[in-house]
């Protein structure tokens, strides 16, 4: 063999390596770039289940949240329809006189046992509350009536400021109205006292001025409105079992 033909052999054999070289390069980057490939679409698999899972998993969460609402409001319906009838109840069942539990009101020294009856037999021994068909008992709808001497249990009524609360600590519930105003008015002001209304209310009253000790037409009033109510009526408050 020549040695011009000895060249050309080399050079084909150089050119033949080069390509073969290449071959192989673009070989391998097809490899690499069918792995890259298959790996981000596993990672997007892999997110896609992962989004899957805490979206059923956030689904399952709610629904038993949701659940656990509903049986919630459930047993408060009960328990406050429990409470109504309680109050109904006791109503029907307590004699004049007999005692309902006590009354208390933040910020002074009212503080007494409370009585059914608003007479001296019940006044001497506590506050009463009006037993009459135009009023009612703690729990129930209308105007919960409460009075007491001016010189003894409620002799401290002065001290009574508006948005603190009177607590009725009963029997059948504990139950916690705010007070909303005060007023100066005549014992011939009916209308003032809500007699036979059907909203949830309270009022304390006694003689006016304080510690008079004789007859007098005037009377301090002081109204509440129930911290919490609904279509059965008052409900007792968790914050007066706590702060009793």
């Not at 409460?146 to 508006?162: P, R, V």
């Amino acid at each position: 063999m020549s040695k011009a033909q000895q060249r050309r052999l080399k050079r084909r054999l150089l050119v033949c390596g080069l390509a073969l070289a290449v071959s192989v390069a673009a070989a391998i980057l097809l490899v690499v770039s069918a792995n890259a490939q298959r790996a981000h679409q596993q990672a997007e698999r892999d997110v896609a289940a992962s989004a899957a899972q805490a979206a059923a998993e956030s689904e399952a969460a709610a629904q038993a949240a949701a659940e656990e609402a509903a049986r919630a409001e459930e047993e408060a319906q009960q328990q406050r329809a429990d409470q109504v009838a309680a109050a109904t109840a006791a109503h029907e069942a307590a004699q004049y006189g007999d005692k309902l539990g006590r009354i208390w009101v933040e910020g002074t020294n009212v503080d007494c046992g409370l009585y059914l009856g608003d007479d001296e037999a019940e006044f001497s021994r506590g506050a009463g509350c009006r037993a009459e068909s135009d009023c009612v008992l703690p729990g129930e709808n209308g105007t919960v009536f409460i009075g007491a001497h001016t010189g003894t249990y409620f002799a401290d009524l002065s001290s009574c400021q508006i948005g603190a609360i009177i607590h009725l600590d009963t029997d059948w519930g504990d139950f916690a109205y705010q007070i909303t105003d005060m007023q100066v008015i005549l014992e011939t002001d009916i209308d003032k006292v809500r007699w036979g209304a059907s909203e949830p209310s309270c009022i304390l009253y006694t003689c006016y001025p304080f510690g008079i000790l004789t007859h007098t037409t005037q009377r301090y009033a002081v109204y509440a409105a129930p911290v919490n109510a609904d279509e059965y009526g008052v409900i007792p408050d968790a914050a007066s079992d706590s702060a009793s």
